[in-house]
Protein backbone atom coordinates (compact mmCIF):
# COMPACT_ATOMS: atom_id res chain seq x y z
CA UNK A 1 0.00 0.00 0.00
CA UNK A 2 1.45 3.62 -1.00
CA UNK A 3 2.23 6.06 1.78
CA UNK A 4 -1.23 8.15 2.82
CA UNK A 5 -0.60 11.75 1.87
CA UNK A 6 -4.47 13.46 2.68
CA UNK A 7 -6.50 13.32 4.90
CA UNK A 8 -10.47 13.62 3.97
CA UNK A 9 -12.79 14.34 7.42
CA UNK A 10 -15.67 15.45 8.31
CA UNK A 11 -18.30 16.12 11.45
CA UNK A 12 -21.17 13.87 10.24
CA UNK A 13 -22.09 11.27 7.27
CA UNK A 14 -24.39 13.46 5.99
CA UNK A 15 -21.84 15.30 4.59
CA UNK A 16 -20.02 12.26 2.51
CA UNK A 17 -21.98 13.21 -0.81
CA UNK A 18 -20.45 16.66 -1.09
CA UNK A 19 -16.64 15.33 0.60
CA UNK A 20 -16.74 12.21 -1.82
CA UNK A 21 -15.98 14.57 -4.36
CA UNK A 22 -12.13 15.58 -3.03
CA UNK A 23 -12.11 11.42 -2.80
CA UNK A 24 -12.98 11.15 -6.45
CA UNK A 25 -10.06 14.22 -7.20
CA UNK A 26 -8.05 11.90 -5.27
CA UNK A 27 -9.00 9.04 -7.16
CA UNK A 28 -8.65 10.59 -10.26
CA UNK A 29 -4.48 11.73 -9.70
CA UNK A 30 -4.09 8.23 -7.52
CA UNK A 31 -3.00 9.93 -4.46
CA UNK A 32 -3.24 7.89 -1.15
CA UNK A 33 -6.08 9.10 1.34
CA UNK A 34 -7.93 8.09 3.85
CA UNK A 35 -11.29 9.16 4.91
CA UNK A 36 -13.05 9.20 7.93
CA UNK A 37 -15.98 10.80 9.65
CA UNK A 38 -15.44 12.94 13.41
CA UNK A 39 -17.28 15.53 15.51
CA UNK A 40 -15.54 18.00 16.65
CA UNK A 41 -18.53 18.17 19.61
CA UNK A 42 -19.59 14.76 19.60
CA UNK A 43 -16.11 12.82 19.51
CA UNK A 44 -13.60 15.45 20.70
CA UNK A 45 -11.21 13.32 22.13
CA UNK A 46 -11.24 11.20 18.99
CA UNK A 47 -10.87 14.38 16.87
CA UNK A 48 -7.71 15.89 19.25
CA UNK A 49 -5.74 12.42 19.00
CA UNK A 50 -6.58 12.20 14.94
CA UNK A 51 -4.97 15.77 14.82
CA UNK A 52 -2.15 15.41 16.99
CA UNK A 53 -1.32 12.47 15.53
CA UNK A 54 -1.41 12.76 11.34
CA UNK A 55 1.44 13.90 10.63
CA UNK A 56 2.84 10.45 12.12
CA UNK A 57 0.98 8.60 9.33
CA UNK A 58 2.19 11.06 6.51
CA UNK A 59 -0.38 13.12 6.48
CA UNK A 60 0.68 16.11 4.66
CA UNK A 61 -2.65 17.97 4.08
CA UNK A 62 -6.00 17.11 6.30
CA UNK A 63 -9.17 18.54 3.79
CA UNK A 64 -11.93 19.08 6.32
CA UNK A 65 -16.06 19.31 5.72
CA UNK A 66 -18.48 21.04 8.09
CA UNK A 67 -21.39 22.48 8.10
CA UNK A 68 -23.74 24.56 10.70
CA UNK A 69 -20.80 26.14 13.33
CA UNK A 70 -18.36 24.00 11.47
CA UNK A 71 -15.50 23.84 14.24
CA UNK A 72 -14.18 20.87 13.01
CA UNK A 73 -11.53 22.40 10.34
CA UNK A 74 -10.50 25.26 12.63
CA UNK A 75 -10.43 23.05 15.95
CA UNK A 76 -7.69 20.46 13.71
CA UNK A 77 -5.91 23.49 12.61
CA UNK A 78 -5.62 24.45 16.04
CA UNK A 79 -3.71 20.76 17.04
CA UNK A 80 -1.70 20.36 14.02
CA UNK A 81 1.17 22.27 11.77
CA UNK A 82 -0.46 20.51 9.02
CA UNK A 83 -2.10 22.59 6.17
CA UNK A 84 -5.76 22.40 6.97
CA UNK A 85 -8.42 22.91 4.48
CA UNK A 86 -11.98 24.19 5.29
CA UNK A 87 -15.17 22.47 3.10
CA UNK A 88 -18.39 24.76 4.25
CA UNK A 89 -21.38 22.60 3.65
CA UNK A 90 -24.20 23.78 2.43
CA UNK A 91 -27.14 24.24 5.42
CA UNK A 92 -30.60 24.39 4.92
CA UNK A 93 -31.10 26.86 6.74
CA UNK A 94 -28.27 29.56 6.60
CA UNK A 95 -27.51 27.94 2.91
CA UNK A 96 -24.05 27.57 4.33
CA UNK A 97 -22.99 30.59 4.95
CA UNK A 98 -22.74 29.97 8.50
CA UNK A 99 -20.42 27.42 7.90
CA UNK A 100 -18.84 29.42 5.54
CA UNK A 101 -18.08 32.17 7.61
CA UNK A 102 -17.20 30.02 10.66
CA UNK A 103 -14.20 28.12 9.11
CA UNK A 104 -13.02 31.67 7.23
CA UNK A 105 -12.98 33.43 10.65
CA UNK A 106 -10.04 31.72 12.22
CA UNK A 107 -8.00 33.87 14.53
CA UNK A 108 -4.62 35.54 14.00
CA UNK A 109 -1.92 31.96 13.83
CA UNK A 110 -4.55 29.61 12.93
CA UNK A 111 -4.90 29.39 9.18
CA UNK A 112 -7.67 27.34 7.65
CA UNK A 113 -7.42 27.59 3.37
CA UNK A 114 -11.09 27.37 2.62
CA UNK A 115 -13.03 26.77 -0.38
CA UNK A 116 -16.20 27.48 -1.57
CA UNK A 117 -19.56 26.00 0.08
CA UNK A 118 -19.69 22.53 -0.71
CA UNK A 119 -16.35 23.51 -2.70
CA UNK A 120 -14.92 19.66 -2.00
CA UNK A 121 -13.89 19.10 -5.32
CA UNK A 122 -11.60 22.30 -5.07
CA UNK A 123 -10.62 20.96 -2.05
CA UNK A 124 -9.10 18.37 -3.36
CA UNK A 125 -7.44 19.71 -6.76
CA UNK A 126 -5.75 22.43 -3.36
CA UNK A 127 -4.60 19.40 -1.58
CA UNK A 128 -3.50 17.52 -4.23
CA UNK A 129 -1.36 20.91 -5.75
CA UNK A 130 -0.08 21.22 -1.98
CA UNK A 131 1.47 17.31 -2.19
CA UNK A 132 2.40 18.20 -5.49
CA UNK A 133 4.49 20.80 -4.60
CA UNK A 134 7.12 18.21 -3.56
CA UNK A 135 6.15 15.40 -5.83
CA UNK A 136 6.53 15.89 -9.53
CA UNK A 137 4.19 13.11 -11.05
CA UNK A 138 1.43 14.58 -8.79
CA UNK A 139 2.91 17.58 -10.20
CA UNK A 140 2.21 16.71 -13.67
CA UNK A 141 -0.93 15.16 -13.09
CA UNK A 142 -2.04 18.30 -12.11
CA UNK A 143 -0.89 19.88 -15.13
CA UNK A 144 -2.44 17.44 -17.42
CA UNK A 145 -5.57 18.51 -15.39
CA UNK A 146 -5.60 22.04 -15.96
CA UNK A 147 -4.70 21.37 -19.78
CA UNK A 148 -7.69 19.32 -20.24
CA UNK A 149 -9.61 21.99 -18.62
CA UNK A 150 -8.42 25.06 -21.18
CA UNK A 151 -8.58 22.41 -24.12
CA UNK A 152 -12.49 21.51 -22.84
CA UNK A 153 -13.42 25.43 -22.82
CA UNK A 154 -11.14 26.83 -25.99
CA UNK A 155 -13.37 23.88 -28.03
CA UNK A 156 -16.70 24.93 -25.98
CA UNK A 157 -15.81 28.89 -27.16
CA UNK A 158 -15.07 27.55 -30.94
CA UNK A 159 -18.58 26.17 -31.37
CA UNK A 160 -20.41 29.19 -29.53
CA UNK A 161 -18.58 31.84 -31.78
CA UNK A 162 -19.43 29.53 -35.15
CA UNK A 163 -22.94 28.10 -34.03
CA UNK A 164 -24.14 31.26 -31.94
CA UNK A 165 -26.12 31.55 -28.67
CA UNK A 166 -29.56 30.47 -29.78
CA UNK A 167 -28.35 27.12 -31.68
CA UNK A 168 -25.79 26.34 -28.71
CA UNK A 169 -28.01 26.69 -26.05
CA UNK A 170 -30.14 23.91 -27.88
CA UNK A 171 -27.35 21.40 -28.89
CA UNK A 172 -26.75 18.97 -26.24
CA UNK A 173 -23.35 18.13 -27.65
CA UNK A 174 -21.27 20.83 -25.61
Given at each position: ??????????????????????????????????L?????????????????????????????G??????L???V??????????V??????????????????????????????????????L?????G???????N??????????K???????????????????D???
Amino acid sequence: MQKLLIAIIMGSDSDLPIMSGAAKVLDDFKIPYELTIMSAHRTPKRMYDYAKKAHERGIKVIIAGAGGSAHLPGMVASLTSLPVIGVPIKTKNLNGLDSLLSIVQMPPGIPVGTVAINGAKNAGILAASIVGSNHKKILNKIQRYKNKLKKEVTQKAKTLEKSGFKKYLTDENH
